[in-house]
């Protein structure tokens, strides 16, 4: 089994490798509604998801589906336009697939982003929140079965998932732009059902600050091959019962239009200052 899953790693790999011999430096992978922040690349690259023969597709409205290779800011960048979710029937290890290539590809640092619900009815919408912490809340985790250890060990640490150098620069960042940053932990749930008002309450009330269908299980398959990570959240709705609305897909991709060009600002200026600690 983990063989044949890291030979498929490999020829995903080789696969993106026969259409382009490019170097990223960082993987910046775009949730639902952010996909427009690849348009501030200098792109010299493409790959169509369904083009790399048993790479998953997606099948979420706002999510492309390819690899943008090109600068950002100078510095070598492979993106992620769209993901897969575990909701849409993937196997979990499927759904890590496009992060563990990155690595594969070269990559030292991911930026993750991602929509999601806010947990605390006094956050602004759209906003944006740093991912301090997370938790994946009767989510599978992406290393069980056998080990693959070429990618990373058994039983990696996971005591500082995302790195506290890089929160401190999209902070910096932030500030210098005039812009305001939460900074909150991100759980992660299955989906594809928007959160019950009960579970929002108890999500908050253990600490959470925003919720949604993605991101933490990439981010533990990041750390398991040593990879350093940092995440935003763009905060596209109240969860459900603190605004008094109910909750649609539509919402999430109009949040990430009004909130696109700070968003954007924000990454376009963090990935340089984020390479130089890298």
Excluded: W
Excluded at 16 to 39: C, H, K, M, N, W
């Amino acid at each position: 089994m983990a063989n044949e899953y890291y030979d498929k790693l490999i020829r995903c790999r080789d696969a993106v490798r026969a259409r382009t011999d490019f170097q990223p430096r960082i993987g910046l992978i775009l949730g639902s509604g952010l996909g427009p922040v690849a348009e501030t690349m200098e792109v010299v690259a493409s790959v169509d998801y369904k083009d790399i023969p048993g790479f998953p597709v997606s099948t979420v409205p706002g999510h492309a589906g390819r690899y943008l290779f090109g600068y950002i800011g100078g510095v070598p960048v492979v993106c992620m336009q769209g993901r897969v979710h575990y909701y849409e029937g993937f196997d979990v290890h499927d759904v890590v697939l496009p992060v563990r290539v990155m690595g594969l590809l070269g990559v030292k640092m991911v930026f993750l982003t991602n929509a999601a619900g806010g947990l605390d009815p006094t956050m602004d919408i759209p906003s944006l929140m740093v991912i301090r912490d997370q938790m994946m809340f009767n989510f599978p985790n992406p290393l069980i079965g056998p080990n693959l250890d070429k990618l990373g060990p058994r039983f990696p640490d996971m005591s500082e998932i995302y790195d506290a150098g890089l929160r401190k620069v999209l902070h910096d960042t932030a500030a210098k732009l005039g812009q305001k940053l939460a900074e909150g932990v991100y759980i992660q749930l299955t989906g594809p059902s928007f959160e019950t008002p009960f579970e929002v309450r108890y999500y908050g009330s253990i600490g959470g600050g925003a919720v949604g269908m993605s991101t933490a299980c990439e981010a533990v398959a990041a750390r398991h091959m040593g990879l350093k990570v940092c995440g935003i959240s763009c905060i596209s709705n109240l969860g459900a019962g603190l605004s008094g609305q109910p909750l649609n897909h539509e919402e999430v991709i109009a949040a990430g239009d009004a909130i696109a060009e700070r968003f954007s600002a924000l990454v376009t200026a963090a990935i340089p200052a984020l390479d130089k600690v890298l």
